[in-house]
């Protein structure tokens, strides 16, 4: 069965409020020059250093979370975002159960 992701022009609702914690990171949209993730963090769990091929931003919409780059971390919460450049190491760390809206660019630019 196919992932199904929003269509050009689909109005898509972010926040998962009471729902939040008993859901799961998605893909909200997959092209070919373009990857949306709604990207759920239980509180503690740690996704460990990696880099993303393009640029990314990272905006918290609900809870916050520990930001490892740039040789520091940061608290991001609800309402904050960063922009990473392309090949940026970085790390996170859920201080809470948290969602976070991750915008990654693929392709050339």
Avoid: D
Avoid at 54 to 64: A, D, F, V, Y
Wanted: glycine share 12%.
């Amino acid at each position: 069965m196919a992932i199904q992701h929003a269509q050009s022009g689909e109005i898509i609702s972010l926040p998962l409020g009471t729902a939040l914690a008993g859901s799961k990171t998605t893909t909200l949209v997959k092209t070919a020059n373009l990857e949306v993730i709604r990207l759920v963090l239980p509180e503690g769990k740690e996704i460990p250093p990696h880099q993303a091929p393009g640029e990314i931003t990272i905006q918290c919409l609900e809870g916050r979370i520990a930001f490892t780059a740039h040789g520091k971390t940061q608290e991001l919460v609800a309402g904050q975002m960063l922009h990473l450049a392309a090949g940026e190491l970085h790390a996170v760390k859920g201080g809470e159960t948290s969602s976070l809206l991750v915008t990654l660019l693929l392709g050339k630019n």
